[in-house]
């Protein structure tokens, strides 16, 4: 079980669902060093236990999370700034270890929003499969309005998400996008009441926990190959999943369920 050695980032599992907390409420959830010391080892953790059939990530305190802590000045920080080189070096690394690690994860993610989710905190919901949305939330990239060009992904992943054409906007202007207006876009799949926003991810989080493993890792791979691949390729890529999938035992239970009227017990192989 993994466990969190900060407050600023809390885990919990529960039936097969992890949740990720980005616990900071006092900076509307900002990344500091104790959250990504422990965000990145919590993801990897997620992505090798079975126990794991789900994640929600979400913030505490009303936020989302507002990106980097950018006014903080970090203890014993050096004078002379690292080169280029050591910066990006760290940095690539740090996204890595969180951004792609959490894009990367072969089971069912939820982004759950109940206020502000911009800079890397909306690059992060852009990383989950799914996005939901508590009606006081909204987002922005806000990144060119602290002179940077963005990070973790979020271009790659926003022209994949919304139209290039949005993804251009809301990247060259940084706008506040609300709840509603995320909907319309295709930004989230669902905006709930605030006070209904957990209990709707939890509960779709559990629909996939109680699903079949192996077919999401292979519908992922089938969604994500879909931007890379000319059709014939995808075709035959994804005709080798089917037939995989379709001789696990979870598809063999799935069939036997729906001939006995009653609901599969998926495991996993």
Known sequence: ??????????????????????????????????VTRNFAPALAWCAESD????????????????????????????EEPPTIEAQFQAMKERHRSM????????KPTIAAVPGAAAGAGMTFALACDMRLAATSAFFTTAYARI?????????????????????????LTSERVSAEQALAKGLVNYVYPD???????????????????????????N?????????????AHETQRVVKS?????SREARAAFAEKRKPKFQGR
């Open 51 to 78: 126990d794991v059939r789900a994640v929600i990530l979400t913030g505490a305190g009303g936020a989302f999370c507002a990106g980097a802590d950018v006014g903080r000045r970090r203890p014993g920080e050096q």
């Open 99 to 106: 951004g792609t690690a959490l894009y990367a994860l072969r």
């Open 147 to 171: 002179g940077l060009s963005g990070d973790y992904g979020v271009a790659w992943l926003l022209s994949r998400v919304v139209t290039p054409a949005y993804a251009r906007q809301l990247l």
């Open 223 to 235: 969604l994500d190959e879909a931007f890379l691949l000319d059709h014939p390729t995808a075709v």
């Open 1 to 34: 079980m993994f466990e969190s050695d900060s407050a600023a980032l809390g885990f919990e599992l529960d039936d097969g669902v992890a949740t990720i907390t980005f616990n900071r409420p006092e900076a509307r959830n900002a990344l500091n060093d104790d």
């Open 246 to 250: 379709g001789s696990t035992h979870d």
């Open 195 to 221: 006070d209904a926003l957990m209990d709707e991810a939890r509960s779709l989080a559990k629909q996939f926990a109680a699903g079949p493993p192996i077919a999401y890792r292979y519908i992922k791979d």
